[in-house]
């Protein structure tokens, strides 16, 4: 088997883009698809504070310093996703060799029908790379001016790593600026879906739980569900016996 690897990345913190691997790799595990969700966000890791499950091991991290295999790193979690977690040890970032990244993608790649790479938001070689691993990158955005100028820089370095953009993610806030038409005219990319602004998904983070499980039938549910249909719809995996935890 061969899976895909999807970039969720962004130019802009706090745009929704680890809620957004998180949820749409739930949505893919619901509808039957083996997931891992990997925290490449080496600087500033928060996937496994998003979700409940108890990092007893290996991290990323140790991987990427060849202090462990992946084998070791990959955790279940709520949502029925395997979670790939990158360490908050200033130590462990210190020694890990990001360049081994293409490595640890190409064996999960093998393994699963999606992984999905949580990337960190700036310009730097650690958050570039996983642009140019993936083959396809979503693009999450809030609607305001500051973080559609961020993510169109975003669109622009996959261009330049020879990556191909998908299209968007809009997530929205209580004080939007922009429709999905501006920012689809501002990304030169497809808006996909638009995540409404939902008490449920702080709520869910909160219960460390995707809305897959804590509330299937919210609004920003539903938007990731549909992001989900896309996304599988195109690339056309068959469907599989759902597994729990895979061995490398």
């Known amino acids: 088997m061969t899976g895909t690897v999807l970039a969720v990345a962004s130019g802009k913190g706090g745009v929704g883009k680890t809620t957004t691997a998180i949820n749409l790799g739930a949505m893919l595990a619901s509808a039957e698809y083996s997931v891992v969700v990997v925290d490449t966000d080496l600087g500033m890791a928060n996937v496994g504070g998003y979700l409940d499950f108890e990092i007893d091991g290996a991290t990323l991290h140790e991987v990427l310093s060849g202090d462990a295999g992946i084998e070791d790193a990959i955790y279940n979690a709520p949502g029925e996703i395997d979670v790939v977690p990158s360490s908050t040890d200033i130590y462990t970032f210190a020694q890990s060799q990001t360049a081994g990244l293409q490595q640890v993608v190409a064996d999960l790649r093998e393994q699963y029908e999606y992984v999905l790479l949580d990337t960190g938001a700036g310009i730097s070689y650690d958050t570039i790379l996983p642009l140019s691993l993936a083959d396809d990158v979503l693009l999450v955005t809030t609607p305001d001016v500051a973080a559609v100028r961020d993510t169109a820089k975003t669109a622009e370095l996959t261009a330049r790593v020879d990556g191909s953009v998908r299209g968007a993610v809009l997530t929205q806030r209580g004080n939007d600026v922009l429709n999905a038409d501006n920012v689809e005219g501002t990304l030169d990319n497809d808006v996909l879906t638009v995540v ?10 909160d219960a460390g739980r995707p809305l897959a499980v804590f509330s299937p039938n919210s ?28 061995t490398i």
Request: glycine share 6%.
């Open 219 to 246: 609004p920003s549910a539903k938007a990731y569900r549909e992001l989900a249909d896309i996304v599988h719809r195109r690339d056309g995996h068959p469907r599989t016996v759902r597994r729990t935890h895979l």
């Open 196 to 205: 409404p602004d939902d008490e449920t998904v702080p709520m869910g983070l």
